[in-house]
């Protein structure tokens, strides 16, 4: 027998703020946005979602998990996300094939090139 991987969860200071920019960022849909828990997918029956929960604490330190968003167009999406709010990291990796970006909150993630 094997698990099905149902969500993330994402700690934020701001978990509506947070769920919705990440919403916009990869074309999800809100499905409920309740105080202690804010959940996107891509369709309300389509898992995995990304669940964000309140804490208090702003994140410290770098990420242990990452999210990698393969876009038609790397370029551009760099720059979509940045004005959405995104910002460039320096994870110390040199010249690598993505662009680091860190969310409104600071969780790292990566941005490859296409695979075309």
Not at 39 to 46: L, M, T
Not at 63 to 91: I, K, S
């Amino acid at each position: 027998m094997s698990s099905v991987w149902e969500n993330l969860t994402v700690a934020a200071q701001d978990p509506s703020r947070l769920a919705h920019w990440w919403a916009e960022a990869l074309g999800y849909q809100v499905i409920s946005d309740k105080p202690d828990e804010v959940e996107i997918r891509r369709a309300p029956d389509q898992p995995p979602g990304i669940v964000f929960v309140p804490v208090t604490e702003p994140k410290r330190g770098r990420n242990r998990l990452h999210l990698d968003l393969r876009p038609a167009d790397q370029e551009a999406e760099v720059e979509r996300l940045v004005d959405m709010g995104a910002r460039h990291v320096d994870t110390d990796q040199g010249d690598v094939g993505w662009t680091a970006l860190a969310d409104p909150e600071g969780n790292e993630f990566r941005v490859l090139r296409s695979r075309g």
